[in-house]
């Protein structure tokens, strides 16, 4: 099997869910503490440990980036493929706007001396030197306002954008009850300021966040609302 494939394939295979009455701590993640957020040539540079481009490979990311379809880049981001200890680069547009649609152009690209030992470019892939990158993705988010505050959202499915602003609301302020079965370690790895859906069936909502750390996963939780208040019912984590 195709070594690039092997990856994807394990990436979504450890896509695992746990309920949170056993909720998994998250580990303290070491290379957060060395990221490096630069604004140089209007463009944002965020770099883990262990995979810092150098101003001539950010010459050849941006080559790459330009001929794959984005002449404009906002961000340049490394980061690690978790579980593993491998890192690859990806590359962000600025924001399209279409009213409180948001659209971005992301493409990932690998360095060969980052990435794993047996992996090889796809047939269709652009290669420049030690890196190579696929097609670009744009990826559409919707916008909601707390308080004068914009947080991109990536689906608000069976309710309108209001009712999804005033659950956001309720979670930002902590204006909510957990079942027993929660623990308050689980809740505290939220990052509340970071929702991915919101979906309405019926009376149940099932919303989604992701996790504290960058790469860290994310939790699904359902929740009912009941008497102007949320309780929260059952809380899923998924992991990287």
């Given amino acids: 099997m195709n070594p690039s494939l092997t990856c994807s394939f394990l990436s979504v295979f450890f896509i695992t869910f746990y309920p949170l009455c056993q909720a998994i701590p998250l580990p303290v993640n070491e290379e957060s503490k060395s990221n490096t957020n630069i604004l140089q040539d209007g463009i944002v540079r965020s770099y883990v440990a262990g995979a810092l481009l150098s101003s001539s490979e950010e010459i050849t990311v941006l080559e ?6 984005i002449g404009k880049v906002h961000k340049i981001i490394s980061y690690t493929m978790l579980p593993s200890s491998a890192k690859a680069i990806r590359v962000e547009g600025p924001a399209m ?45 919707v916008e909601l306002y707390v308080s004068g505050e914009s947080y991109l959202c990536n689906s608000v499915t069976g309710m309108t954008l209001k009712e999804a602003e005033v659950l956001l609301a309720m979670f930002l302020s902590k204006r909510f009850m957990a079942s027993a079965m929660i623990r308050q370690n689980a809740l505290d790895q939220v990052d509340w300021c970071q929702p991915t859906r919101f979906t309405k069936q019926g009376d149940r909502f099932s919303v989604g966040f992701l996790a504290k750390g960058r790469g860290a996963g994310f939790f699904d939780l359902t929740l009912k609302k009941e008497n102007e208040g949320l309780t929260i019912l059952q809380m899923k984590q998924a992991l990287p």
């Avoid at 009213?99 to 690209?109: C, S």
């Fill in 64 to 69: 790459i980036a330009k001929k794959r379809g």
């Fill in 97 to 141: 706007k279409k009213g409180r649609e948001v659209l971005r152009k992301f493409l990932n690209i690998t360095h060969r001396e980052w990435t794993f030992s047996k992996a090889q470019p796809g047939k269709n892939d652009l290669i420049v030197g030690n890196f190579w990158a696929g097609k670009v993705y744009v990826k559409k988010q």
